[in-house]
Every structure is written in C-alpha cells, then in structure tokens.
C-alpha cells in the first residue's frame, strides 16, 4: 500500500480535551507547560509509530533538522518515517523506509530501533541507521541493520546492509551514532547483536570516506550471561580532550544488575572501560544510560543513569571522571516513578543544553509524562516543563528526542507514544511534538484534507490489475473488500485503522475469469459500493 496524504489525525481534539481537563485538576505548580505543537499517527492499528530515532541530524542538507520514527508493526515488514523540518513544518512524511518483504522474508520489525549517526562518508549530509532485528528467512533470525546515506534526491534504498553472524543473533536490536570517537572526521556508529544464548555483541564501526559493514572494534560480555548493550551511548566529550566518548552497558542475567561502562575516545579504542559505575540498587536497575550535553555549561559533557521506578542519577564531566553522581533527580507530584528514558538539548535557546525525562504516576493507567529540566548554574532537580495527555494508557514518552525542525535554534521536543488505548487494545503509536515557545501550530493546508470519502478503481474495465484510490475526511477503521457477482469474497485488500487522506492499494486479478466484480468500502459509517470489469 502507498500512503499518499496524511495531514492530520482526528483524534487530536479527543487528546486536547483531556489535556484541558488534566489540566484543571492536576498537582504540578513548579512548572510551566510545553506547548503542543502538532500530533502525528500511525497508519494503522497496532503499527508502534513511536520508535524515535536517537540523536539528531539533517538528512536532506537543507539546514533544518529532521524527524526520524520507527513503526516495527506496520506493513508487512515495519517502516519508518522521515519528516523534513522547515520553516513551515508539517506532518506529510518525506520519505518512507521499509522493510524487505521478499516471500522468504518474516516480520523483521523494521524500525525497532533508529539513529541519526551523523556524517559518517564526509559528504556534508547527515546519515541514518535503521535495525530489523527479527529479520528471518526461512525461520532463520539474524537480523540486519541498515544504513542510509543522506541525500538530496529523496532515495530511500540502503546503502549499505549489515547481517547477524548466527542465529538468532538479532542484528539492529539497536542502533546508534557516536560521534567522532577516533577524531579522524567522520562520525562512528553501534550496532547491538544480542543473540538467545546471551553474552551479547556490540559492534563499533569507524567512518570513513567509503565506510564498509565488516565492524573494527567488537565489546563482548566478559561471561556467558554477561550481555552488552547500550541505550544511548552517545556521550560527546566528557574529560574535554578532543575525543568524542561513548556510554555502554554490561547486564547481568546471574544477578539481575546493569553497570555502566564509559569508553574514552582516542586515537586507537580498546574494549577496556575506562570507567565502571555499578547498580547500586539491584531492584532498581539502570533503565537508561544517556548523555546529557553539556547540562552545566562547564565546558565538559555530562550523562545520564536512570535507576528503573526510583532515580534519576546525573554525572558531570571533568579531567578526571569518577563514579559518584552530582545530582539525582527524584520523582516528585504529580509524577512518582521516574528514569526510563531521557534525551537532551537546548529547549529554551539559551545556548546551554537542557535534559528531558519520562515521567510516570504508578496507578496502573501508563499516562505518561514528559519532564524539562533546564540546564546552566542554577540547575537543580525540581523540572521546569511538564506535559501530559490524561489519557490512560497512552504510554507517552517511552520514546523521546529533540530536533531544531524550524531553524530557530531552539529544539523541539519529540515524545512517543505507544498509545495503548486499553489493556489489550493497541492504537498505531504516535508522536508529540511540544514546544518551550509559543509558536505557531503546524498549519493545516485544507486543500490536502479530502471533503468526503470515496473511492475510485483505474483503469476500469482492466486486465490483470487496477489501481484503488480512496479517500478519508476522517480517523476511521477501514475495509476495502472485493466480490464477484455472486456475492462470494475474492479478496481483502484493506482492514484496519486508517488516519484522514489519500490512500491507494493495487488489486491482482490474475487467477480471476472474466467478468464483473464488486468492490466495497466500509468506512466508520460510511459505505460505498462499485462495479468493475475484468476483460482478458
């Protein structure tokens, strides 16, 4: 299916109407609000659209930055998203990525994890990773990664592959640019490989002018259920000595704990950490490990350890690290659980970088909330900007990120969201983009809303195929089914949820015998019934 239009989601009214009621009664009073500045959907039921990609970059050159989202569970195969930023942003995706769906190829859940990695060939644009970690043919999972180079031209082909060594090795669990670690110029990048009988493999990969997919640097765990990883391991430099740093992870499946490695940059990189930070809470363990920019403006990069339902531990960079936090940050009204998941920028365009957190109320509903701390002299550990739905099971800010879309020099904030709308039910994921500035919504062009639903099949009488072309003036469950004249179902071509806009999909009529078919939209209330000729 190839989506043509998708301008704006239905359900946005539904989530302001919360947030205004949230609002009347909710405790936080040391705050002020994030401003929302426009939502944006999956296509369908189930797609987890919320898989924002970590780091941020400008894909097309054009000198704003972008958005990047995973959809694991959409099509066949997972997509992902890219969304241009502008002066005049808008929520029409750009360019569309999607996993391989060759017939010997299962659900991989492209998109699970995406990263803006940089520059990594020294071409003047930004680049992108993309994991599809159950990427399986034959039932044989290896998973793959993909990178995509950025580009001008709007290509959306990988260009370079990279594959599991074994099975069940999951190539692409996660993804992840680091900087510039071995200070040659070109910005390096992670692969994660975490195979079923577990020690896990990090694999570091120099950039170059023409980088290749065979790994330089390979960090094993040191036992068999050791598992290396990391979250978001990109840490700029913390003891200021010209070398980006990197942030990893080493779990223990024995004893249920996460320690914190930080690897120094150089001129040659090993697999020693240079600094080792143990869990000291071993029910609350390391849920994410971050870097912070530079929150203090100290001229060092700092980090973030987010201890799972208790803390939030921060670091400060110096010339000589060590392993005692500077501040920790503690759940306060109306948020009590806090630490799975973080990103950073400069929100307020005071040029000091400033941190986002998830925070959470341990009720059972998962509303989610998004929490800015802003950075400089006086930061401290109470936040600064709060924002929430109110709406149970929305699952916001599971995900969260920052890019500059508008090229004001002040980022916006990104926080996904699962949206599961019930215990059992699950919405196509979305995204919130919210803002420190009041500024204008993302305009709504009326022109690209279609009015009404119809829907058209071209060409008509047609042998072996036509073309569907709908359309939706509304969020709604969709199917699009055809029958022949006696009634008898040949074929479902649509059947889930679908957001406002223009869509097509193609019907294949090859094992078909000449004659009249029947095609049927049901759209919400809507229903629309046509006729077509197959004429070979």
Not at 475 to 482: D, F, I, K, M, N
Request: aromatic letters at 12%.
């Amino acid at each position: 299916m190839i989506i043509i239009i998708k301008k704006y989601q239905c359900i946005a009214a539904k989530i302001l109407t919360a947030m205004l009621i949230a609002a009347c009664f909710s405790a936080h009073v040391f705050a002020e609000d994030f401003n929302l500045i426009t939502i944006a959907s999956g296509d369908s039921i189930g797609d987890e659209f919320c898989h924002l990609a970590t780091g941020h970059g400008d894909f097309n050159g054009d000198g704003y930055e972008d958005i990047l989202v995973g959809a694991p569970g959409g099509g066949e195969s997972g997509y992902a998203k890219m969304f241009f930023g502008s002066a005049s942003f808008d929520t029409i995706p750009d360019l569309v990525f999607y996993g391989e769906t060759d017939s010997l190829v299962y659900s991989s859940l492209f998109g699970s994890s995406c990263a803006f990695a940089g520059d990594v060939n020294g071409d003047g644009f930004d680049d992108i990773l993309i994991g599809a970690p159950e990427h399986c043919i034959w039932g044989l999972c290896t998973g793959r990664a993909y990178l995509y180079y950025g580009n001008d031209t709007y290509d959306s082909d990988p260009d370079l592959i990279f594959y599991g060594e074994g099975l069940w090795y999951r190539m692409g669990l996660n993804v992840s640019g680091v900087g510039d670690i071995n200070n040659d110029s070109y910005d390096d990048w992670l692969i994660l490989s975490v195979n079923t009988y577990p020690t896990g493999r990090i694999y570091l990969y120099f950039g170059s002018e023409q980088p290749d997919n065979i790994y330089d640097v390979c960090f094993v765990g040191e036992s068999y259920y050791d598992v290396m990883g990391f979250y978001k391991p990109f840490l700029g430099d913390v003891n200021n000595d010209g070398f980006d740093d990197m942030l990893l992870g080493s779990a223990s499946y024995e004893t249920y704990t996460v320690t914190a490695e930080i690897h120094l940059g150089g001129a040659t990189i090993d697999t020693v950490a240079d600094l080792l930070i143990n869990n000291s809470l071993p029910d609350h363990y390391f849920s994410e490990l971050a870097g912070a920019g530079d929150i203090n403006n100290d001229g060092y990069c700092d980090w973030i350890l987010g201890q799972y339902r208790e803390a939030t531990l921060i670091y400060f960079g110096s010339d000589t690290l060590d392993n005692v936090s500077d501040l920790t940050i503690v759940p306060e009204p109306p948020c009590d659980v806090l630490g799975a998941s973080s990103a950073c920028g400069d929100i307020d365009g005071d040029g000091i970088s400033d941190i986002l957190l998830k925070g959470a109320i341990d009720d059972g509903n998962f509303t989610g909330q998004v929490l800015g701390f802003l950075g400089g002299g006086n930061l401290d550990n109470q936040y600064d900007y709060f924002f929430d739905t109110g709406i149970s099971h929305q699952n916001l800010g599971n995900y969260l990120t920052v890019s500059d879309i508008n090229g004001d020099s002040i980022c916006e904030v990104i926080a996904g969201a699962y949206q599961r709308e019930s215990s059992t039910h699950w919405g196509p994921g979305q995204i919130f983009i919210l803002s420190t500035q009041l500024i204008p919504s993302v305009e709504i062009t009326e022109k690209n809303v279609p009015q009404d639903f119809r829907v058209t099949s071209h060409p008509n009488p047609f042998n072996p195929s036509t073309t569907f072309s709908f359309t939706l003036p509304e969020a709604v469950q969709v199917s699009l089914t055809v029958y022949d004249i006696g009634g008898r179902l040949v074929g479902t071509l649509v059947d889930g949820y679908r957001n406002a806009g223009t869509y097509q999909t193609e019907f294949h009529a090859e094992g078909l015998a000449s004659g009249v078919y029947l095609y049927h939209l049901s759209a919400g209330e809507h229903r629309t019934t046509g006729k077509m000729a197959l004429m070979k």
